[in-house]
């Protein structure tokens, strides 16, 4: 599913000068333009998430019903919506999958600004590969060799 993501997304011609190890004033306004964005979107995505999870249960309470639970050994009751709980963990599971897309944008454009990956040689499996495990933050010996710690 990541990698058909990353296959989307689109490959512009490239700002990246020749130098690897100094990024010139266009590549930094490129990366922090993908940063504020990011950002920005990250945080939309926040918010219509907890709307979505507390706007429905509150106009339409019917669709939540609570079950009244005895906790053995104390005789206590608890009231506890399963219904509203797996709609929750969905919309977690959503939230968390359209984060991990936003990060492998992220992790592609920055690639793309500092000509690690460039229209030629975007589709590379090596490059795809290293680019996805850091854009989901797993740890791998590639990447420790390209000075890269996520």
């Keep these: 599913m990541y990698k058909k993501f990353y296959n989307l997304i689109p490959t512009k011609k490239s700002i990246a000068d020749d130098s ?3 990024l010139s004033d266009t590549e930094i306004k490129y990366i922090k333009n993908k940063e504020y964005f990011a950002v920005f979107l990250s945080a939309a995505v926040g918010v219509i998430m907890v709307l979505a ?3 429905p249960q509150y106009y339409w309470p019917t669709l939540f019903p609570e079950n009244i639970f005895i906790i053995p050994f104390f005789n206590e009751n608890f009231s506890f919506s399963v219904i509203g709980f797996v709609y929750g963990m969905l919309l977690v599971f959503i939230e968390i999958v359209l984060l991990t897309f936003l990060n492998i944008y992220c992790a592609h454009e920055i690639a793309y600004a500092t000509g690690f990956i460039n229209s030629d040689n975007k589709n590379q499996a090596d490059k795809k ?5 850091i854009a989901n933050e797993k740890k791998d010996k590639d990447i420790i060799t390209l000075g890269i710690d996520p």
Excluded: A, F, P, S
Aim: net charge positive; proline share 0%; aromatic share 18%.
């Design 53 to 55: 999870l507390y706007l």
């Design 129 to 133: 590969n290293i680019l996805l495990k």
């Design 20 to 22: 690897i190890y100094l």
